[in-house]
């Protein structure tokens, strides 16, 4: 089986490699995430992900697109559903493209190992583009070795980012901070 595995980041990509080669498939990591911002988090990431492949002889194809004017320009109108109106679906329609066009039968990404993550959209969604692409969706829930993942990283001294990527999901982590220093400042916006 040729496997493409869309590869969020370097952290979230520890256990679903961990699992797939044990069950004997070779991925091969596709970074393609114009979704992460500011640039020096989007470089973080991407070269985290770069030094995760080398250390784990990994194949890792870098979609090398930052993507900020795109992403505001589709996100603006509807910031609570930006992740399903445009964050997933850009990242794994292109993946899907990506893998049609190389040679792919399979695909997978680690966006289902992330708690995080709205894994039951993401795995409806690449049901769909499987049957549009005809390439088969290797579904795993990643998510029960998201703890053993996240200390394997630490371990392996990878770059671990706070927040899931775009900027707005930097606020909503800052969130109870931001209310408490407006009650703490008076400050109304």
Known sequence: MKLLLHACCAPCSVYPVDTLRKEGIEPTLYWFNPNIHPYMEYRNRREALREYSEMMNLDCIFDD????????????????SRCTLYCYP???RRAFEYAR???YDAISSTLLYSIYQNHEFIKRY????????????????FRVGFREGQAKARELGLYMQKYC???FSEEDRYKEKIEKDKKRYSISC
């Open 165 to 167: 990527g775009c900027v």
């Open 90 to 92: 850009v990242r794994l």
């Open 65 to 80: 697109c930052y993507g900020l004017d795109e992403f505001c320009k589709n996100v603006i109108g509807n910031l609570k």
């Open 101 to 103: 066009d190389n040679g």
């Open 126 to 141: 690449m049901e769909k583009l499987s049957l549009e692409f005809g390439i088969e969706f290797v579904y795993r829930d």
